[in-house]
């Protein structure tokens, strides 16, 4: 039998959950510049094509050049982290963006529609401030029956049936160009048990693991980033990022 979704608490108690995870996940953590990630080569594309540019909840793994990108994220400690190194950085949620309509010609957020109860109101304040035409990065989990305990762990309300998905965008003037595989999730469920226990029990042994170990290798093994145009296979895919186009 396929693992059903959990309901999701309501949206301000689903907000301070993820507050609290990342406030104290990237409180311990460091920040990793976006040339260490599969996706630069794209965004370079991207970024060379526009002006304005806009990151939203990137954390401490940011996607966008730190220098001439707008960031917004919702914890403290990664902001506090990116102004320290020189980034435009503010306190904000992708629900209620503090920028004008139309203001960005680039606007990229990764790992975080799935993260909020109401994923329409998000997309919406993402399609909001983008400019006609503009190139908008995204990524999400794919197919709620893959659902494990990993997205519990994290803070995720949902994971997104494909055709769904296409729908969703469309819906809030989103055309996908393009798509990828993407994610840097282990695949073994025991490794992710293992560090989810950590995490929990060991948190300080388990952030030198991850600062100094686990992430620089997953940066250095990653696999180069495929981009094919429209929608890429999506059979036991996990995670998508997708390159779509505000009409």
């Given at each position: 039998m396929d693992p059903i979704m959990p309901q999701a608490p309501d949206d301000t108690a689903l907000l301070e959950t993820n507050r609290a995870f990342y406030d104290a996940l990237w409180a311990d953590a460091r920040l990793v510049g976006p040339e260490?990630?599969?996706?630069?080569?794209?965004?370079?594309?991207l970024v060379s094509r526009s002006q304005r540019w806009l990151e939203v909840a990137p954390g401490l793994r940011p996607r966008l050049p730190l220098q001439g990108t707008r960031f917004v994220d919702m914890s403290?400690?990664?902001?506090?982290?990116?102004?320290?190194?020189?980034?435009?950085?503010?306190?904000?949620?992708v629900s209620a963006l503090p920028f004008p309509d139309g203001a960005f010609d680039l606007v990229c957020a990764f790992d975080i529609v799935e993260h909020v109860d109401d994923d329409d109101a998000a997309l919406s304040e993402l399609a909001r401030v983008a400019s006609p035409g503009a190139a908008m990065l995204l990524s999400v989990p794919l197919h709620p029956s893959q659902w494990t305990a990993?997205?519990?762990?994290?803070?995720?309300?949902?994971?997104?049936?494909?055709?769904?998905?296409?729908?969703?965008?469309a819906a809030h003037g989103l055309c996908v160009e393009q798509s990828a595989v993407y994610g840097m999730q282990p695949r073994s469920s025991r490794l992710l048990d293992l560090g989810m226990w950590f995490l929990e029990h060991?948190?300080?042994?388990?952030?030198?693991?991850?600062?100094?170990?686990?992430?620089?290798l997953g940066a250095r093994f990653q696999?180069?980033?495929?981009?094919?145009?429209?929608?890429?296979?999506t059979d036991r895919v996990d995670e998508i990022l997708l390159?779509?186009?505000?009409?």
């Open positions: 260490a990630f599969n996706t630069w080569p794209l965004v370079c594309s403290m400690p990664a902001v506090s982290k990116l102004r320290a190194r020189g980034a435009d950085a503010v306190l904000g949620l990993f997205d519990d762990f994290v803070g995720h309300r949902r994971r997104y049936q494909p055709d769904l998905l296409l729908g969703k965008l060991r948190r300080e042994q388990a952030m030198w693991w991850y600062n100094h170990v686990f992430m620089p696999k180069k980033l495929s981009v094919v145009s429209g929608l890429v296979d390159v779509c186009r505000k009409g």
